[in-house]
């Protein structure tokens, strides 16, 4: 390596090195030091076509899943004779086999995944990152860990969430841990990657020859370097623990009836499929929602955030 | 290759024996007598003693474990006490269904991931990669299930096009078979489509900036000549690694779609076992998702090491 | 000479469009190429030589775009040809070779079928192809041909792989060769070969050649014609002979300033002081931590093997090799980042060893590293004043002082205060190297190892940077281990020398002995193949 078009080829994305002035940039965009520039990063990600989409439908849906007792004060088990209808000015949904509105129980279905979503998923990010960059404080726990985690994920998703079960019983609190569980190796592989190539970076092995300690390294150096991808896989995860929730209440393992989620809600919907294909509608439609919002913010973070 | 497979080994049978273990302690876990667990609610208490010889249970864990999966190894699988069948039988019963229903979900899955990923990473046009884009993105954000319930709605119940409820099996009859097989293959193998094209097509978008890819045009080859045999041969690789993890959660996805399905296959059979607490069956339908999640991910990496000289010969 | 040309670029200009602005990378470019004669372009990073070269074949990355202008071929304007003609001049008439051997080759790809695919995509038939490949390389200088046809680009060396990619060049007997930095990436022997079989090509075959390059040596080596870029535009050009003795233009004439040569005299000041900072004796590295099976033991491999040297207190030793030599193996092992497998390493006369944080702290206050890539060497997520913050601190500087403390080492490097809260990315790569040197000052060392401190850098930067390390030697009385594969370079900073080569230093001695009288033939091969701009134009 000797000359600058060589390093200039080998980390710049695929365009032709575009002359830029050697002696330096002349006008640098000014920016304040610390958090701002980070922050900035992220607002420039839901400013793209994809986080502005991502972001709105995301806003709406958790508003609504929030104020739910305040826009229907009556709960979601009020019921009434009109069972099984279709779309009306009443019940815009319709209603249930036992004349429920479908509509407040989506609603408060949606309330559920978010309050399985909001503990599991950043429970799984924290104990996946960190058990990913144990590798930089000891190589053998790195070593081991590493195991720990291939076995995981030798599980498929749902086969993990059926062991979880017959352990723990269905419900709310063994969907967290099984989602937490399965999102482990996925967090702590990302991790363990951010790790090994922050490790061979030159400011890297420069603190280390300072003498700065591992600790210190960790904290200051590699983990503000990995938080990026790990966020971005964070918002795809999300997506996966909706449907891990989904799945495993719609074979009757997950959330139990007659709590609504929005994978409770498939499975009851899909027995009265015949008689009313509406049933399945609303639990639908909020699912495809709320898994796109999060795919696409994943994929603006990526975008704007990663590739620079 | 003998020599990768060798490297390989050991790993693979670490997450089996590790798996063994956790599925030999699922009904200990739970809790209760397992014992009484295994032989169901409605045993009487002889046939629970009988469970506890059996089984050994009042011998220490270590041991319990070695008998079982010795048992295990040469093939005794146990008896399902809720079906009062050998799991062996109930099993090899159920597998026709899934199997077919894997294969050519997993047909599915590769034909329309390759397909689209590799539309995704030759498009030079703005138009046609937001219409892949757009594509990947909303098959994303749907999975298997809910594929599954559009499907049936949509063809099954509105237009009543294919049945969505039931089954009949290929080597019985194979005309009205596959339409049973169709929708439930289909949803399946769609749902899992798009992350294999997503990785191939940003796999072949930065393989395209590689120096070789210059190098072949510097050659006079032909967009449709670099497409194929620069980039897609190169990018394969990671599409089939990819490929390999998701046949695995496939299998595990049939659990959710021969439910909706209404297919007898082994996903209902682990459902209703799970349901019953039948432990002896869980515990080997447990091993077996892992077995094959593991041995596709295994057939992946040999293909990877055939498809690419770097991993074959260094390995 | 011919008077037609082959090729006759006109006032070609080429525009990248990007977010915020219009970028002309090529402005205005013309020159010709004659038939058999060799045209380098010569230019910094960034002055549009590469662009240009890739416009000839219309193979311009996004989003740069041709926007006025001729490249005439035998008289056919090739910008005016669409894709498809163009299929039919890429390769068959003009032919490219590229930079980086290793990325160059499709991976998966037999080496006789990348050759034959060249072929064959111009109508040669399948027969034909078979047996002219095979001929092709025998022509390149691969041995062993049959076998080697077989294999995969990973089974051979940078050298053998750049030799690959000219014969896939000249296939089709391409009437000129456009070269893009080809040696760019070698060793100097391997570069010294690459160019001897360029310059039997263009006698055997008449092919002519158009090579981009930053490296005058090269030029002076090769080309009959140069041409200087600098931002877009030729500045100069002519003769090689002339351009480089007596070159008019004011860029051109710093460019060739900047450059340093085998002839400028030596450094003289070589300090009168005994003490040593630095000795090491008997050193061993073993780098092989690859596991061949679960329970057999790594066969060692020692990249440094029995390595002994000293460095006295304000002195530069430098130590020189080529890649894979084991030199920078060597100066990790000092400071730690490397695991010593035997010998001692010994500082101010205690020996060392640098396996906890407090020995590395301790270790630190003497001997400090400067890292090759500039671009990598500065944590992308702190500012300036944060990296030099954090090896003040570790320095024992109170929190206090820490800021005016900083100020000071910019300065000392030539930075001014307002550098202190910019990130990296808003730094040259010449500005980020001396935020690197002055980091490794915080400590006050007395031991500076500096592996391969200017090698990504431009020449005129790389002059500037040694004119720093000159002062600050001078200043600070520092001693500098200087790790280098450019012997001009090393020739003009150091005082002695050690010749390292497959873990193990063949020579070592003061500047002038090693370069007026190396004793080992490594030494000789290593100064014949490095290019000597004035024998070259003698």
Redesign the interface.
């Known amino acids: 390596m000797r000359n600058n078009d060589v390093t200039t080829m080998g980390a710049a994305p695929p365009t032709d090195t575009p002359p830029t002035d050697t002696s330096a940039r002349p006008a640098p965009r000014t920016r304040t030091p610390g958090g701002n520039a980070t922050v900035r990063r992220y607002l420039a990600a839901f400013r793209t076509p994809r986080g502005v989409i991502g972001l709105t439908i995301l806003a709406v849906l958790l508003l609504t899943a929030v104020l739910a007792p305040v826009i229907f004060p009556h709960g979601y088990d009020q019921q009434t004779a009109d069972s099984l209808r279709g779309s009306s000015g009443r019940h815009l949904l319709g209603t249930d086999e036992l004349g429920r509105d479908l509509l407040v129980r989506t609603v408060y279905g949606l309330r559920t995944d978010f309050s399985i979503i909001v503990v599991a998923v950043p429970l799984s990010m924290i104990a996946g990152t960190a058990l990913g960059l144990v590798g930089a404080l000891s190589r053998v726990a790195g070593a081991v860990v590493q195991r720990v985690l291939d076995i995981i994920l030798g599980f498929p998703g749902v086969v993990l969430g059926v062991c979880v079960v017959l352990i723990m019983g269905p419900g709310w609190s063994a969907l967290v841990v099984a989602i937490a569980i399965g999102g482990l190796p996925y967090f702590g592989r990302q991790a363990r990657a951010a790790l090994l190539e922050q490790m061979g970076r030159e400011y890297v092995v420069a603190a280390r020859t300072l003498g700065v300690g591992k600790g210190a390294v960790l904290w200051r150096h590699i983990l503000p370097n990995a938080v990026d991808p790990i966020l971005v896989g964070g918002a795809i995860f999300v997506v996966v623990a909706v449907f891990i929730e989904a799945g495993l209440s719609i074979i009757g393992l997950g959330i139990q009836p007659p709590t609504p989620s929005l994978g409770s809600l498939l499975n009851v919907g899909i027995r009265f499929i015949e008689q009313s294909p509406m049933y399945i509608l609303g639990p639908t439609a909020v699912l495809i929602l709320l898994s796109m919002s999060f795919s696409l913010l994943a994929d603006a973070l990526n975008e704007t955030v990663i590739r620079k | 290759m003998l020599r990768f497979l060798v490297k390989k080994l050991p790993s693979i049978l670490l997450v089996l024996f590790a798996t063994s273990i956790i599925a030999f302690l699922l009904p200990r876990f739970a809790p209760g007598d397992p014992a009484q667990t295994i032989a169901g609610p409605d045993a009487t208490a002889e046939q629970t003693e009988a469970i506890r010889q059996s089984l050994g249970l009042d011998r220490p864990l270590f041991v319990q474990y070695l008998t079982w999966l010795g048992g295990v190894l040469r093939g005794h699988l146990g008896t399902s006490y809720i079906f009062n069948r050998s799991v062996s039988d109930l099993i090899l019963s159920r597998m026709e269904s899934t199997i077919e229903l894997a294969v050519l979900a997993s047909v599915f899955m590769i034909l329309i991931g390759i397909g689209l990923g590799v539309l995704g990473g030759s498009t030079r046009s703005r138009p046609g990669r937001m219409a892949v884009d757009t594509a990947n993105t909303l098959l994303l954000a749907t999975p298997a299930f809910l594929v599954g319930l559009l499907l049936i709605v949509l063809l099954g119940v509105t237009w009543r096009l294919l049945p969505v409820s039931g089954e009949v099996p290929l080597s019985e009859n194979p005309e009205i078979g596959i339409q049973y097989l169709l929708l439930p293959a289909l949803a399946l193998g769609l749902a899992h489509a798009p992350s294999i094209s997503r990785l191939l097509q940003t796999t072949m978008r930065s393989t395209r900036g590689e120096e070789f890819v210059d190098l072949a045009r510097a050659k006079g080859a032909s967009p449709r000549r670099i497409t194929f045999r620069h980039v897609l041969r190169t990018s394969l690789g990671a599409a089939v690694v990819a490929i390999g993890i998701r046949v695995g959660e496939l299998f595990g996805g049939a659990i959710i779609i021969e439910a909706i399905f209404a297919r007898n296959g082994l996903g209902q059979l682990a459902v209703q076992s799970v349901n019953a607490r039948d432990y002896q069956l869980v515990q080997i339908l447990v091993m077996g998702a892992v077995l094959v999640a593991v041995l596709s991910q295994l057939v992946t990496e040999l293909i990877l090491a055939a498809l690419d000289p770097r991993v074959r010969l260094d390995a | 000479m011919s008077t037609e040309p082959l090729l006759r670029v006109h006032d070609l200009e080429v525009t990248?469009d990007?977010q915020d602005e219009q970028?002309k990378?090529v402005d205005g470019v013309s020159f010709d190429v004659r038939p058999g004669r060799i045209l380098g372009i010569v230019g910094?990073?960034?002055?549009?030589k590469?662009?240009t070269s890739?416009a000839i074949?219309q193979?311009?990355?996004?989003?740069?775009k041709v926007t006025g202008g001729e490249v005439r071929l035998n008289g056919r304007d090739l910008l005016r040809l669409n894709?498809k003609e163009m299929?039919?001049?890429?390769?068959?008439e003009v032919?490219?070779i590229?930079?980086?051997p290793q990325?160059?080759?499709?991976?998966?790809?037999r080496i006789k079928d990348q050759v034959v695919?060249?072929l064959h995509?111009?109508g040669v038939d399948s027969a034909t192809a078979q047996a002219r490949a095979l001929e092709l390389l025998e022509q390149v200088g691969i041995p062993n041909v049959p076998e080697a046809a077989r294999k995969?680009p990973?089974?051979f060396s940078g050298g053998m792989r750049q030799r690959v990619?000219i014969a896939?060049?000249l296939?089709n007997n391409p009437s000129l060769l456009i070269a893009d930095?080809p040696t760019?990436?070698l060793d100097v022997t391997i570069q010294a070969q690459i160019l001897d079989l360029l310059r039997r090509l263009r006698d055997e075959l008449g092919v002519a050649i158009l090579f981009i390059t930053?490296?005058m040596g090269v030029v002076a080596e090769l080309c009959d014609d140069v041409v200087v870029m600098h931002?877009?535009r030729i500045v100069e050009r002519g003769p090689v002979r002339k351009v480089l003795t007596a070159p008019e233009d004011p860029y051109t004439i710093g460019l060739m300033d900047a450059i340093p040569k085998m002839d400028s005299p030596l450094r003289d000041d070589a300090p009168e002081q005994e003490h040593t900072v630095l000795e090491v004796r008997e050193l061993k590295t073993d780098v092989n931590t690859a596991r061949p099976?679960?329970f057999r033991k790594p066969k060692p491999f020692y990249a440094v093997n029995g390595v002994s040297l000293e460095v006295r207190a304000g002195e530069t030793l430098a130590l020189v090799g080529e890649s894979g030599c084991g030199k920078s193996t060597l100066s990790r092992t000092v400071?730690?980042?490397n695991e010593p497998a035997g010998g001692e390493i010994l500082v101010n006369g205690t020996a060392v060893s640098a396996r906890s944080?407090?020995q590395?702290?301790?270790?630190?206050r003497t001997i400090?590293?400067v890292?090759?890539?500039p671009?990598?060497?500065?944590?992308?997520?702190?500012?300036a004043?944060?990296?030099l913050e954090?090896?003040l601190r570790?320095a024992g500087v109170p929190r206090a002082d820490v800021r005016d403390r900083s100020v000071e080492l910019l300065e000392r490097v030539s930075l001014g205060p307002q550098y202190l809260?910019?990130?990296p990315?808003?730094?040259?790569?010449?500005?980020r190297q001396r935020i690197?040197i002055a980091?490794a000052l915080a400590?006050d060392p007395r031991l500076l190892i500096l592996d391969?401190p200017v090698?990504?850098?431009?020449?005129?930067?790389q002059a500037q940077i040694l004119t720093l390390l000159t002062d600050l030697q001078k200043t600070f009385d520092l001693a500098y281990l200087f790790i280098s594969h450019?012997l001009a370079v090393v020739r003009e900073i150091s005082h002695r020398v050690a010749v390292m080569n497959h873990g193990e230093i063949v020579e070592q001695g003061t500047t002038e002995d090693v370069f007026e009288n190396p004793q080992h033939p490594y030494t000789r091969t290593l100064l014949t193949a490095t290019p000597d701009l004035d024998k070259a134009i003698a």
């Open positions: 990248f990007l970028l990378a910094e990073s960034g002055s549009g590469s662009v890739r074949m193979m311009i990355r996004h989003p740069g894709e299929l039919a001049v890429r390769g068959k032919a490219m590229f930079q980086d990325a160059a080759l499709n991976p998966v790809m695919e060249a995509i111009h995969f990973h089974q990619v896939i060049a296939a930095e760019t990436a930053h490296d931002l877009g099976g679960w400071v730690g980042i944080d407090e590395r702290r301790a270790l630190a400090q590293y890292f090759q890539d671009y990598s060497s500065l944590n992308p997520r702190r500012t004043g944060q990296s954090e090896a570790i809260d910019r990130y990315w808003a730094f040259s790569g010449g500005q690197g980091r400590s391969e090698s990504a850098l431009d020449v005129s930067i450019d």
